[in-house]
């Protein structure tokens, strides 16, 4: 089996079928999708062409799950990302969008970090099975956005200070202020 951090290869077929060269079987968008959210990277490559695929069967995979009534993406991004195409902010919406959802993830993790560290009641019995409950439940709750998340090393972790907070909310009125300007474009 290979290496967790080399991406899984599905080769497509001229039929379109997918096949998974790890498992040597047929695979579906919705196996495809089960690969990525359990923190696996996926390349997939069309067999006679060579070509690498893998966006567009992402984006595929996001347009199902969207036309399914599961949005993520509100309306008003959609059309953003649609204005992008045509317009000089494509040189910056990639960047932007990696930077935003880089926040997004750190800040789930360290929100979950918190929780144990502050927390007086870390050290019952069965608060590790609790714990991770409400990690499953943060994670279904938005979507899998985050690889995984870690408990602390240590429960030396300080906790957050109004400078975190004021480093915080300068982030997110950045973020506010990019939002302005890409729809402005």
């Known amino acids: 089996m290979a290496q967790a951090h080399e991406p899984l290869l599905i080769k497509r077929y001229a039929s379109r079928r997918l096949y998974n060269t790890e498992t040597s079987d047929y695979v579906t968008l919705d196996d495809i999708a089960g690969f990525i959210r359990a923190g696996r990277e996926v390349k997939i490559v069309d067999l006679k062409s060579g070509d690498d695929l893998t966006r567009q069967f992402l984006l595929q ?40 959802f880089d926040m997004l993830k750190q800040g789930q993790s360290a929100m979950m970090e918190n929780m144990s560290a502050i927390n007086p009641m870390a050290s019952m ?9 409400q990690e499953a439940f943060m994670k279904a709750m938005t979507g899998g956005l985050g690889k995984t998340w870690s408990a602390p090393e240590e429960d030396d972790t300080p906790p957050a200070t109004a400078a975190d907070e004021d480093e915080l909310a300068q982030i997110k009125k950045q973020l506010a202020e990019l939002q302005t300007k890409l729809s402005k474009l």
């Open 125 to 133: 019995p069965g608060f590790e099975a609790m714990r991770a409950q």
């Open 61 to 100: 995979i996001i347009a199902e799950h969207e036309s399914r009534g599961e949005s993520v993406l509100p309306l008003a991004v959609l059309n953003d990302l649609v204005r992008s195409y045509t317009s000089q902010a494509q040189s910056v919406v990639p960047d932007f969008l990696a930077m935003s």
